[in-house]
């Protein structure tokens, strides 16, 4: 196989859900395509990773420099409720049932001691000045309902602590054990989100 058709098939294959199969097909699609569609793919990559970063405050991929994300520069949503989740996915996820408006803190994974994944690794740290600032009288954690879920919830509760005014609580059941955010239909959800549990 010609060399730079086997690089662009190998990074493809290991794209999430690709294989080396599809690895395939996405280049063969590309490099038979006569509509230009490899060149605007390149730009539209290179557009985005150059100039796409997280936001400073709560991790929300957004435009480099702009002050923070969408949901942090909306004053409609500085409604007290702070939703604590693992990705951007989830954020996708909760947007589109519409069932929260109030702000998110992704903090990018959880706390395993199998991958070895520790709290100076996650996005906690600068949780407790931001309820301070944002005047944050609601924490929503939506995290997975796994082992390293519980885990992270439960240190992330002992290292903000008990704060005058703040509540903890988390989604109610009929999210499944071991499940992601990403496989519940909009109505499980809602459901979980409005019959939500104290800690
Ligand atoms: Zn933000």
Not at 82 to 100: H, N
Not at 157 to 183: I, K, R
Request: proline share 4%.
């Amino acid at each position: 196989m010609n060399p730079k058709i086997e690089k662009l098939i190998k990074l493809f294959a290991k794209l999430p859900r690709v294989g080396s199969r599809g690895g395939q097909r996405i280049a063969l699609c590309l490099l038979q395509d006569k509509t230009g569609r490899a060149a605007a793919l390149a730009s539209a990559i290179m557009d985005a990773s150059e100039n796409i970063a997280p936001c400073p405050t709560c991790g929300v991929l957004t435009d480099r420099g702009a002050g923070g994300c969408e949901f942090c520069r909306d004053a409609s949503r500085a409604n007290g409720q702070l939703c604590i989740v693992r990705d951007l996915s989830d954020v996708w996820t909760l947007e589109k049932s519409s069932v929260f408006h109030g702000r998110y803190h992704i903090i990018g994974g959880l706390l395993s001691g199998a991958s070895g994944i520790l709290p100076q690794d996650l996005n906690i740290a600068t949780l407790p000045a931001r309820i301070a600032d944002e005047k944050i009288t609601e924490i929503i954690f939506a995290l997975p309902n796994t082992v390293e879920g519980k885990t992270t919830q439960h240190y992330i509760m002992s290292s903000v602590g008990a704060v005058d005014g703040l509540s903890f609580s988390e989604l109610a059941s009929g999210v499944p054990l071991g499940g992601d955010l990403d496989y519940l239909d909009d109505g499980t959800l809602t459901l979980a989100f409005g019959g939500r549990k104290s800690l």
